[in-house]
């Protein structure tokens, strides 16, 4: 079973682990994202989240698929924000459920690293004297 | 042909807009539109990557761009 969401407003992780829970689980791995304070010693005020919903979406549940035949995941929820979210906020939410612990620490490693890559949402890190696209530029 | 581009990111800012109408010719593939945009806007040739998305699948350069396809520009991603 698949959760995805793209959400505007503030992310709950237990919405995820509470879908992912089942009965014949052994482990359920969450891991939830959140805005750090700084890059490379520059404070970070804020994180500004977009993303092409629909691709996105379809690009998640590709993940997800991929995840279920992979891994044996039972369940599994993928949550991600867009906007503006300041320090210590969450933009991303990802929880798995596996029969046994090793596949979901696995499977959610995948699904986050994945996410990364090929899910089109995108980031612009602001700080008090400008604004940066991440991983925009080499 | 006239085709409609959608951006995101930082090709939203290279555009200044979101949307913009684009002229191809019939037959060009996305090759083709990568190089003309990159002739008109050479902010994108400076990019860790440039990918497209047709109808909301990525789609290699050898794609054959349609009349009424949607195309979005997808420059490097950075969710999570």
């Known amino acids: ?138 | 042909m006239k085709i409609r581009l959608l951006a995101f990111g930082i090709a939203k800012d290279i555009f200044n807009q979101s949307e913009l109408d684009f002229e191809i010719s019939l037959g060009n593939s996305i090759s083709h539109l990568k190089q003309k945009l990159i002739e008109q806007y050479p902010e994108f040739s400076k990019l860790q990557s440039l990918k497209f998305a047709i109808n909301e699948d990525y789609q290699g350069d050898d794609y054959v761009i349609k009349q009424n396809d949607e195309v979005v520009i997808i420059p490097p991603v950075s969710g999570g």
């Not at chain 1, 791995?29 to 750090?36: A, D, E, I, L, S």
């Not at chain 1, 929820?77 to 620490?105: D, N, Q, W, Y």
Request: aromatic content about 8%; charged content about 25%.
């Open chain 1, 1 to 138: 079973m698949i959760d995805i969401q793209i959400k505007e407003n503030t992310l709950i992780p237990l919405d995820c682990e509470n879908f992912v829970f089942d009965d014949s689980a052994g482990g359920t791995v969450v891991f939830v994202g959140t805005v750090r304070n700084q890059t490379k010693g520059k404070p970070v005020i804020s994180l500004e989240f977009e993303a092409y919903k629909p691709m996105a979406i379809k690009e998640m549940q590709k993940i997800a698929k991929v995840a279920i035949e992979k891994f044996q995941v039972l369940k599994i929820s993928m949550h991600h924000r867009v906007g503006v979210l300041k320090v210590g906020e969450i933009p991303i939410v990802i929880a798995v459920s596996t029969p046994h612990r090793k596949a979901a620490f696995k499977a959610c490693e995948f699904a986050i690293n994945t996410l990364k890559e090929t899910v089109p949402i995108w980031k612009k890190e602001i700080f008090e004297n400008g604004e940066v696209w991440v991983a925009a530029h080499p």
